[in-house]
């Protein structure tokens, strides 16, 4: 079975510091994967998505990157946090090429920019 | 226009009512829709899936979908206070550039009360 891995569960970090969040996949090849920000009170947001090694979509600009440098990895990245940016990190994986099945979501990072 | 619309509710119903959870989408072309449950300071869970029209049903949970009409909504029945989440409605527009990525309403609360 897939299962999806996502650390760390609860960070706090201080404006103007880097940030790297990890999620990585089992049981599967190839996933989509995706990183999604939810802010308190508010909808999930698409930051990122991937369909393969290497490859990065970005849907929102900001001051967040992400790589992806393994097939079944997935990092968010930054290098100097505003306080803006604290919020629910969420990864999730999907089939690859359609989404006819959903995503599965790892367990999240909560983010406090302080 | 957002593409995916819920009431944001919140939603109250009293112990073992049917709660009727709404959602309407903007692109006909959408054609897998699915219900995540999300419960307070937690990642969202995949509870229904749906892709043709009419009503599908498991366990406590009715999604029903009308493409015609654009809107698909979910029904609990006898709900629990363990029911009580932000439930989030999410679409799939296959093919094209889309990589199987889904459009989430930014959800709904709902609260049974005892």
């Known amino acids: 079975s897939q299962t999806i891995h996502q650390w760390p569960a609860t960070l706090v970090q201080p404006v103007g510091s880097p940030l790297s969040l990890e999620c990585t996949v089992e049981?599967?090849?190839?996933?989509?994967l995706y990183w999604y920000r939810q802010a308190a009170g508010r909808g999930l947001q698409l930051l990122f998505y991937?369909?393969?090694?290497?490859?990065i979509s970005s849907e929102v600009p900001q001051n967040l990157s992400a790589s992806r440098p393994q097939d079944r990895q997935f990092i968010l990245s930054s290098k100097k946090l505003l306080l803006s940016d604290s919020g629910f990190y969420l990864c999730?994986?999907?089939?690859?090429?359609?989404?006819?099945?959903?995503?599965?979501f790892g367990s999240g990072t909560r983010l406090t920019v302080v | 226009q957002k593409e995916v619309e819920q009431n944001s509710g919140p939603l109250s119903v009293p112990e073992g009512a049917i709660a009727s959870l709404n959602c309407t989408y903007s692109?006909?072309?959408?054609?897998?829709f699915f219900w995540y449950r999300q419960y307070s300071g937690k990642s969202p869970e995949l509870i229904m899936s749906?892709?043709?029209?009419g009503d599908k049903e498991d366990g406590r949970f009715t999604a029903q979908l009308n493409k015609a009409s654009q809107y698909v909504s979910l029904l609990i029945r006898d709900s629990q206070p363990s029911d009580s989440a932000t439930y989030l409605c999410?679409?799939?527009?296959?093919?094209?550039?889309?990589?199987?990525?889904?459009?989430f309403g930014q959800g709904t609360i709902l609260t049974v009360h005892p």
């Open positions: 999730a994986w999907s089939v690859p090429w359609t989404g006819s099945y959903g995503y599965t």
């Open positions: 049981g599967t090849s190839n996933p989509n």
């Open positions: 991937s369909v393969g090694i290497g490859q």
């Open positions: 692109d006909r072309g959408s054609q897998s």
């Open positions: 749906i892709y043709s029209n």
């Open positions: 999410a679409v799939n527009i296959e093919g094209g550039t889309s990589y199987g990525k889904l459009t």
